[in-house]
Every structure is written in C-alpha cells, then in structure tokens.
C-alpha cells in the first residue's frame, strides 16, 4: 500500500532525479583547507542515483523495526560494538522515545530526566553480530532536518565490518554537526589501527560551512560515494568534499545515525527537549 508519505516523497524523488541541482540546490560553499583533494568540474559534482540500483530503504512509513540489540530486526539502538558515546546516553527503545514515526519521518528525541541524566537516540543497521545491513561501495544517503542548540550532535556515518576482526576500524562521518556552529558541519574520515602498525589512527577532515539557520528550517540530504579510488561527500546531491579511497574502506560498511551531545562542549543551554528528524535513509550500488 502506497501511503500519502509515500506518495510526498516519490513525488520529490523524481523531481530530484531529473534535475538534481534545480531540485536541491547546495547551500554549502566548500571552505579552503590543506587537507582536501582538488574538486571536480561543476558537472562532475553532481551525482544521480538513477545510475545506481537501490539496495537499502528506509522510508519511516510506519512502526520503526528496532530493538536494543537484535537480532532480527532492521535497526538497533546501540553501536554494535558497544561504544556509546558522547554526554548522553543512548536509550533502549520505548513506545514513543527516543524515537517515534510520523507523516513518513522519524523523530529522534534527546531529552534529560529527573535526575538530571540527558538521553538520546542511535541507529545502527548491523546488530552485535555484524548481520543486518553493510555493503561494500556505493552510495549511502541520509534527508534530515537537524536540532538547533548548543550542545547537540548528530551525525550520518558509516563503519566497516572489519571491526569484528579487531584490526583497525574504518569510519566516514558524512555528516558531524556541532551545535554551537551552526554555520558549518563537519566531514572526514577516520582509520583506527588496532594493532598500532601505522600509527595510532589516521583522519582527513574538513568544515564545510553553510548558511547560518540552513540546518535546521528545512530538510536537507547528506551521502557519500565510495568506490576504489575515491570517497566523495555530497550536500543536497552536490559534492562538498573528496578524499582518496584508502584500502582500508574497501570493506562492506554499515550505517549509523544519531543525535547525540557533546563531545566536551557545554550542555547546560541545550534546549529540553531537542528533536532530530529524519525522512529516509537509503543506499545504492552500481549495476
């Protein structure tokens, strides 16, 4: 059954796909910095899903299948490798918190309680055991619309399944948004080696600034492309950002996103609650 959500947003889909630039235009200007690669020509920086064949969809259409753990369901709440983060913690789900579907959108709450204690809300697609959905290459796109507020942090991002092997683990944060910036998110990736053979870890990032309010009045989309050679970061189907593939993201990578607080940054004028929401999640891989 097509619902009216569904309906609203492949509507906006094929206007998309006809002309990605017209639909969404980029709000970002990609800032100078040492540690990006040069950028394609203007008609290399757009990129069109319709050559890519759809293989992960998340659409919020209805009850949003997640547990805390798994297994058997399409979402869990935890990292799978249990690594929690940030300055609050990430709630088991509940009927209503922190997430709850409506209109085709998710809402990821982040809110404190009595005692004081701030919760919030992670996806991930793999539970414990890495089963669930991870694919190598292609590309991966969140369309959200993000919390205003100081000490807030979501993020979009991937990590690859290697991390069961404990060698290293290799992260894209496509989008890493800091509350107290709100002109600006950040991208990058980041190479933890766990046998310490090059080193402790090894990160390209940069800060793509955006109109200032442009996060939070409406939705926008982050993806990323990943392929042999290069790892692309897209605003609104534009390229804002590209750094060479290294070997370590030849790997099946699944998907994370959250709202979380901090790292470090003050708390004390977060708004209570803050709302995160997201429309879809999906992925797409070459014929």
Avoid: C
Avoid at 148 to 167: D, V
Wanted: glycine share 8%; aromatic share 12%.
């Amino acid at each position: 059954m097509i619902t009216p959500s569904r309906l609203r947003k492949l509507a906006s889909i094929a206007v998309v796909l006809v002309s990605p630039v017209a639909a969404q235009p980029s709000i970002a200007k990609p800032e100078a910095n040492a540690d990006r690669d040069s950028i394609a020509s203007d008609a290399e920086r757009t990129i069109d899903p319709s050559q890519y064949k759809l293989t992960f969809s998340e659409e919020f259409d209805g009850p949003l299948d997640v547990s805390a753990w798994g297994p058997g369901t399409k979402w869990i709440a935890h990292t799978p490798f249990n690594g929690d983060f940030g300055n609050s913690r990430f709630a088991d789900p509940q009927p209503g918190f922190p997430f709850a579907t409506k209109d085709g959108q998710l809402r990821i709450e982040a809110s404190k309680d009595k005692k004081g204690q701030w919760w919030s809300g992670l996806l991930a697609s793999v539970d414990r055991k890495y089963n669930g959905f991870a694919q190598k290459f292609g590309y991966f796109e969140m369309r959200a619309k993000l919390p205003e507020g100081p000490g807030l942090w979501p993020a979009f991002w991937l990590i690859g399944i290697n991390r069961k092997e404990k060698t290293y683990t290799a992260e894209i944060d496509v989008l890493e948004h800091y509350g107290h910036m709100p002109d600006r998110f950040s991208t990058g990736i980041i190479i933890y080696n766990r046998n310490n053979e090059r080193g402790n870890h090894y990160k390209r990032n940069t800060r793509i600034p955006v109109p200032k309010g442009s996060l939070y009045s409406g939705f926008n989309t982050w993806g990323v492309a990943v392929d042999e050679t290069l790892i692309r970061v897209y605003l609104n189907r534009k390229e804002v950002w590209r750094t060479p593939s290294e070997p370590e993201f030849h790997q099946p990578m699944f998907v994370l996103l959250n709202l979380a607080m901090g790292p470090g940054w003050p708390i004390d004028k977060t708004p209570n609650p803050s709302y995160m929401y997201v429309d879809y999640v999906r992925a797409w891989q070459r014929e």
